[in-house]
């Protein structure tokens, strides 16, 4: 078969291609003659090509394939769409890097940000614009470069991958993220690193549901082990603060553990109502029976009622028997967290479960007694909740034989220092260091804050400031805060002094005086004051408590 034989059969497969024979063109394929208009000049700077590059004819850019073949060099060309110049091609590429839903950080080879995109923004909650051009370091506050990871790859040129932290706090809570971080090798030299995150803090916090509910899980025999073998970690004598408000807590919940009533607890997040809730349960007389404690807020809705009710094999596809968290809680205590977030369907059923006192695993056909004592908790006003129609109000008076009111951080006083000395001790045992106290103006700083994720996030902050300080220190320092923290600190003190929280502090203050007028007219008989200011007794309580009004 002579060559020109071996174009026809070329040609069927490929439209676009030359063949050499030693530098002289000795076939050309139409469409190729017809894209470079005969001018066969375009193909000069081909006999320098040693391998398969990109090549550009009449301003489009093609893949270039080269075979040799005997004498022979073949040259396929083969389009590669219409973005084909190197500009209109990055510019999509950062489109595509901008809208991804992983966070991409890229840096240059002297440590500065080149790329920050949205998810990134999100996920560590930093507008772009502080982080693009600056030091990768100084973005982060590290006090020593070192410390960042980019520049650890950049200095080794080996990936770090896999890495998996807590880097930030949102609405008082951490946010986790799970990251690499790779070097962009170019000619043996690294001219840049990037990292690629995850956001895991929804499937971190569903992961930490599933371990604490195996943890709960007994067999039928352990009914007389000691009470730390419960499901619990908590009893009241771990509770911190020497508060008035928090002393007389404890004295009331305490009161309350003997008896058999449901409780409500309300508190903002991170405030202790777990804590508490796990008290009471190991101060009365269910110590003995389990705890099992759920967070409604991070079972995906369709999988609650199979959670709390049970299931029976075949009730729907891949359904299989287990009991649900009534049934193991048995005569201990079910702790319902975050109960505000559960859909009101559901609310319904449990609704109906307690007023039966018994309940049907899904697919179930026969009830089982419930036994197990129910104890509550919710981040929000249950009386705003039932107004705003998110609460059902029958379940709130099912559910709240007694409230408990737990004050936020701000209202407990120095408790603030009491429990951060507890932490500190905590962190000094882990990360090996001898910290005794808390410079001044840090503690100045801390007490103006208002803490919206309480006793949680004093935890973070005195664990971040922690890891910043070095071995031999023995305060902890503003200027050990990493940036991220001073950020929200400062920003949120700003923030008090604007308008809107101040119409916030104004309402609470004239929600207590009229309270307080009112209780003193109707002489401290709170059934008649209820009816005076028209509200119902329980939510007269409820408001006396988050005022801490006394008589
Ligand atoms: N008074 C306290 N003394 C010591 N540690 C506390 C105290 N209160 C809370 N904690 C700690 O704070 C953390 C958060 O407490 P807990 O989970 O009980 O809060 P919560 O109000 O139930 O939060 P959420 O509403 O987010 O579920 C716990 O790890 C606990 O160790």
């Given at each position: 078969m002579d060559i020109v034989e071996i174009a026809k059969i070329i040609n069927s497969i490929f439209s676009l291609f030359i063949i050499?024979?030693?530098?002289?063109?000795?076939?050309?394929?139409?469409?190729?003659?017809?894209?470079?208009?005969?001018?066969?000049?375009?193909?000069?700077?081909?006999?320098?090509?040693?391998?398969?590059?990109?090549?550009?004819?009449?301003?489009?850019?093609?893949?270039?394939?080269?075979?040799?073949?005997?004498?022979?060099?073949l040259f396929i060309f083969e389009p590669i769409g219409n973005f084909t110049d190197t500009l209109t091609k990055s510019i999509c590429l950062e489109e595509i890097v901008e809208n991804l839903y992983d966070g991409v950080l890229l840096s240059d080879r002297d440590g500065k940000v080149v790329i920050y995109n949205k998810a990134m923004e999100e996920l560590e909650r930093k507008p772009k614009n502080k982080m693009i051009g600056k030091y990768i370091w100084d973005a982060y506050g590290y006090s020593d470069k070192t410390k960042s990871e980019h520049m650890q790859v950049l200095e080794s040129g080996k990936p770090i991958i896999n890495k998996y932290k807590a880097h930030a706090i949102y609405n008082g809570k951490p946010v986790y993220k799970s990251y690499s971080t790779y070097p962009i090798i170019v000619n043996n030299e690294t001219i840049g690193v990037y990292s690629i995150s995850k956001d895991e803090t929804k499937l971190q916090n569903l992961l930490s549901e599933i371990v604490e509910l195996k943890r709960n899980y007994f067999s039928e025999d352990n009914k007389d082990r000691d009470f730390f073998n419960n499901g619990t970690r908590f009893t009241f004598s771990d509770i911190i603060g020497s508060s008035e408000i928090m002393k007389n807590l404890i004295k009331e919940a305490e009161a309350l553990s003997w008896l058999d009533n449901s409780i409500l607890i309300v508190g903002d997040t991170g405030t202790?109502?777990?804590?508490?809730?796990?008290?009471?349960?190991?101060?009365?007389?269910?110590?003995?029976?389990?705890?099992?404690?759920?967070?409604?807020?991070?079972?995906?809705?369709?999988?609650?009622?199979?959670?709390?009710?049970?299931?029976?094999?075949?009730?729907?596809?891949?359904?299989?028997?287990?009991?649900?968290?009534?049934?193991?809680?048995?005569?201990?205590?079910?702790?319902?967290?975050?109960?505000n977030t559960m859909p009101l369907n559901m609310q319904a059923k449990l609704l109906r479960a307690l007023q039966e006192k018994s309940a049907r695993r899904v697919g179930g056909k026969e009830n089982y007694p419930l036994k197990c004592r129910i104890i509550s908790a919710m981040n929000e006003d249950p009386y705003e909740l039932i107004e705003s129609g998110r609460l059902r109000q029958d379940l709130?008076?099912?559910?709240?034989?007694?409230?408990?009111?737990?004050?936020?951080?701000?209202?407990?006083?120095?408790?603030?220092?009491?429990?951060?000395?507890?932490?500190?001790?905590?962190?000094?045992?882990?990360?090996?260091?001898?910290?005794?106290?808390?410079?001044?103006?840090?503690?100045?700083?801390?007490?103006?804050?208002?803490?919206?994720?309480?006793?949680?996030?004093?935890?973070?902050?005195?664990?971040?400031?922690?890891?910043?300080?070095?071995?031999?220190?023995?305060?902890?320092?503003?200027?050990?805060?990493?940036?991220?923290?001073?950020?929200?600190?400062?920003?949120?003190q700003k923030v008090d002094n604007n308008s809107i929280n101040d119409l916030d502090s104004l309402l609470n203050q004239y929600e207590k005086k009229i309270i307080f007028e009112a209780l003193e007219k109707n002489r401290w008989n709170v059934t008649k004051t209820s009816k005076h200011l028209n509200i119902t007794r329980q939510s007269l309580i409820y408001r006396m408590r988050k005022h801490n009004i006394k008589r």
């Open positions: 050499f024979e030693t530098q002289k063109i000795l076939y050309i394929s139409d469409e190729l003659k017809e894209l470079t208009k005969y001018n066969f000049k375009e193909f000069d700077d081909l006999h320098s090509i040693s391998e398969n590059s990109y090549f550009t004819i009449s301003n489009n850019t093609y893949y270039l394939r080269k075979y040799v073949i005997d004498k022979y060099d202790g109502k777990e804590v508490f809730a796990q008290s009471i349960h190991n101060f009365g007389k269910r110590r003995a029976y389990p705890f099992i404690g759920i967070n409604c807020s991070a079972i995906p809705e369709n999988l609650l009622e199979t959670i709390l009710f049970g299931s029976v094999k075949g009730a729907y596809t891949g359904a299989v028997d287990s009991s649900g968290l009534f049934e193991e809680a048995g005569e201990g205590t079910l702790f319902l967290d975050e109960l709130f008076y099912r559910i709240s034989g007694y409230n408990l009111y737990i004050p936020p951080l701000i209202k407990r006083g120095d408790d603030i220092f009491e429990i951060s000395e507890y932490y500190i001790k905590k962190y000094n045992r882990t990360m090996n260091k001898n910290v005794t106290g808390i410079e001044d103006s840090l503690k100045t700083i801390m007490k103006k804050y208002s803490w919206p994720g309480n006793i949680r996030e004093l935890e973070h902050f005195i664990e971040n400031i922690m890891v910043r300080t070095i071995d031999n220190e023995k305060n902890l320092k503003l200027e050990n805060l990493p940036d991220y923290l001073k950020d929200i600190i400062f920003e949120s």
